[in-house]
């Protein structure tokens, strides 16, 4: 008999200084135990005893064994590390199954050990250590019992966690059935980092500031440290609007407890095949238990109760992977707390604007923003969470460098808020894109007055609101909602218009024919979509023709009136829930209902023109490059036709292309012409005696 003896340097009294060291005397115990093996057949195949040979083995081993204990203690001793010593401390595995791990982690590491492995299990047509190779080789230096081997059959616990099962081909015998180590736990037993490509976010190092609230981390971390010395099962829910920074404050919290986190992302789960779904499951648990971490799982969507159960089901398993688990969500009611015995939530609340000047403030200190960005005024006027305020700086960053400015200007700042908040009211409203200023307004100054103190209402809400207390008093119904009511043609339109251009803010038209359905309760599904959209927009919200959706509620007779009534209560409420601004108008202000009228906070009138405006409006849409007629008398027109400023503006254009295609400049001529068209659209007929001396 041919003895050899494991290459295993015995006089090696030095630490493991890496896992690879480790890992390179296990496979050579396991190569060993190969040649042994073999050794031990042949010796029976010629009919001998194999008794002295076994002994001599087991002496062998045991001195091996010997050495890699030294060793890995010394490391211990010297506060060396090693990955494979904290996954044996970690991962409760019997001897025959931690037999098997280390097996399997030779093969998966040395390729000349597994084609060697493989040439010994070429007749069973597989490339991976089984089960049968398994007791063969364990057997060497012990003999399996019936429960050792039940372990390698059925497969469960820790060991089912490491491993990996080749499918097992129905005319194959169990104990032909092999096993492969997970890829990922291998590389960080040979002392890599553990091999989970699954991405997660990104924040520069350092990590940025936190710059709102700190009370919160604050609070997350007592309930991690306190998880970390009790390890009592934990589920933490830090709800708060999109941007707002939730992933950024666990990253804080990671960083301060020194915790690692694993972020995972809830539609990746949810959308994942069955089949690598517990694969996947198996892994971020192997992970969690090695870095001594913990979850995030983000977003999270409402738990509705038609997909009640099939959520809660997967829920269930991802939070028994850890025993600490932080859940980040929109909604105060999204998470189903029903999951977990020790839940606490915590709400990153919605910015005041206190809070917001601050921010803005900072970035533009960050991003070297204009002397014209008020900082003031966009806390005011911005619905906007921290995360938001950055992107809008960042994207009119880009936009100054592709000017080649030094600064980012106030206009490039409003332009980033815009292209953040396109289309987002999708079917519901139109964008209308106007440019008028206060000038082009020509009406009695008392409206004029009261719009822009109506736009002051937004732009100093802190103040009035948070700094002198208002709000404290007034916990909702802090929008700001406007009624413009009069006759066609007289301004309302127009002065909608300028408010929005004034604040900065787009301005949207409801489109109420899709608002309204037959289909009763559809209406408020649609008002309410409405509003949770705008809520986190920065539009003023237009109502045009607002009596036919304020209609005076009518007595009920049958079920459509009491829908209609219903409708119109629940457009109401809306309203008063929702903080922006809302701007409505109608022609028929007496047919507005009551209700409406206690809840509008504005209503301002706008008032057929009298002869001293009609003359202004006359003189003033007129462009200043038309060529005028010397003849042309503006102010017979406007004492001799009571007409609106839209009529006006009308009759002026419509002059002015006769006059060209007349190849004439704009004169009197012209404008009677037009004048007599529009009254004839109304239904009316002038005569030679209505234009008085220029007939």
């Known amino acids: 008999m041919n003895n050899i003896n494991c290459r295993i340097n015995k006089d090696n009294n030095m630490p493991y200084l890496w896992d690879s060291e480790l890992w390179s005397d296990f496979t050579a115990v396991m190569e ?47 506060g060396i590390k090693l990955h494979t010593t904290e996954f044996f401390k970690e991962f409760k595995l019997e001897p025959i199954e931690k037999f098997a791990v280390v097996l399997l982690g ?37 003999t399996p019992d019936l429960k050792e081997t039940a372990l390698l059959i059925d497969v469960k616990g820790d060991f089912k966690l490491c491993i990996e099962h080749n499918a097992l081909n129905k005319n194959r015998a169990l104990n032909n059935e092999s096993f492969q180590i997970k890829s990922a736990l291998l590389s960080y037993l040979l002392g890599e980092s553990f091999n989970f ?3 997660q976010p990104y924040f520069k190092e350092p990590l940025p500031e936190l710059l709102i609230y700190n009370d919160v981390l604050e609070k997350a971390v007592n309930v991690a440290n306190n998880w970390n010395t ?16 939730k992933k950024l404050l666990v990253s804080h919290l990671s960083e301060i407890t020194g915790i690692p986190v694993l972020f995972i992302n809830w539609d990746d789960v949810i959308n994942m095949p069955e089949d690598k779904k517990e694969k996947f499951f198996d892994t971020i648990s192997i992970k969690l238990r090695l870095e001594k971490g913990f979850m995030c799982l983000y977003g999270i969507p409402d738990f509705s109760e038609e997909k ?27 998470f189903p707390v029903w999951l977990s015995q020790n839940f606490m939530s915590l709400e990153l609340w919605d910015l005041s604007a206190t809070e917001k000047i601050s921010v803005w403030s900072y970035y533009s200190s960050i991003y070297n923003a204009d002397s014209d960005v008020d900082s003031n005024l966009n806390g005011n006027k911005y619905v906007m969470s921290v995360g938001e305020i950055e992107n809008t700086f960042a994207t009119a960053y ?6 080649n400015d030094i600064c980012v ?3 490039y700042i409003t332009d980033a808020v815009k292209q953040r908040d396109a289309g987002k009211l999708g079917a519901y409203a139109s964008l209308i894109n106007g440019s008028f200023v206060w000038d082009d307004l020509i009406v009695d100054e008392s409206v004029k007055r009261q719009m822009k103190y109506i736009c002051n209402q937004i732009k100093y809400r802190n103040v009035v609101g948070e700094e002198w207390g208002f709000f404290e008093k007034t916990p909702y119904g802090r929008g700001v909602s406007v009624l413009f009511y009069g006759p066609p043609g007289t301004g309302k339109t127009m002065a909608v218009q300028i408010m929005a251009y004034e604040l900065g803010l787009e301005l949207y038209r409801i489109d109420l024919s ?50 209609a009534n219903a409708e119109t209560a629940h457009l109401l409420q809306k309203m008063e829930e929702y903080d922006g601004m809302v701007i409505l108008a109608t022609n028929l202000v007496e047919q507005i209902d009551d209700a409406f009228r206690r809840r509008i906070k504005f209503m301002i009138p706008f008032r057929f023109p009298d002869e001293s405006t009609r003359k202004e409006l006359w003189h003033s849409l007129i462009p200043d490059k038309t060529p005028l007629d010397d003849g042309i008398d503006l102010d017979f027109f406007a004492k001799e036709f009571e007409l609106s400023g839209s009529q006006i503006k009308e009759i002026l254009l419509n002059a002015a292309y006769i006059a060209v295609s007349d190849n004439k400049p704009l004169g009197n001529e012209q404008i009677k012409e037009a004048i007599t068209w529009n009254y004839i659209k109304y239904g009316k007929q002038l005569t030679k005696d209505d234009f008085g001396y220029l007939a």
């Open 32 to 78: 060993y135990l190969l040649w042994a093996a073999v050794e031990k057949e042949k010796i029976i195949n010629q009919g001998e005893f194999a008794d002295d040979f076994c002994l001599a083995v087991e002496d062998e081993i045991q001195e091996a064994e010997e050495v890699i204990k030294r060793r890995m203690k010394l490391s211990d001793i010297s």
């Open 197 to 199: 490509s699954y991405k």
């Open 398 to 403: 880009l936009t100054s460098v592709s000017k």
């Open 514 to 563: 899709k608002m309204v359905s037959k289909y009763i309760g559809e209406t408020e599904k649609n008002i309410s979509a409405l509003f949770d959209k705008a809520k986190h927009m920065n539009v003023i919200l237009f109502f045009d023709e607002a009596d036919s959706l304020f209609a005076k509620r009518s007595e009920v007779k049958d079920s459509n009136d009491r829908n």
């Open 308 to 334: 009640e159960t099939s959520y809660s089901t997967v829920f269930s398993k991802l939070l028994d992977i850890s025993s600490f688990t932080v859940v980040l969500g929109e909604g105060r009611y999204y």
């Open 409 to 411: 200007k106030a206009e």
């Open 106 to 142: 030779c093969a998966g590491a040395d390729y000349e050990f597994n084609f060697v492995l493989s040439s010994e299990e070429k007749s069973k047509n597989v490339h991976s250590p089984t089960v049968e190779m398994i007791l063969r080789l364990y057997s060497m230096i012990q």
């Open 230 to 245: 009790e390890h009592k099962a934990i589920a933490l829910y830090i709800y708060g609007i999109r941007k707002s920074g």
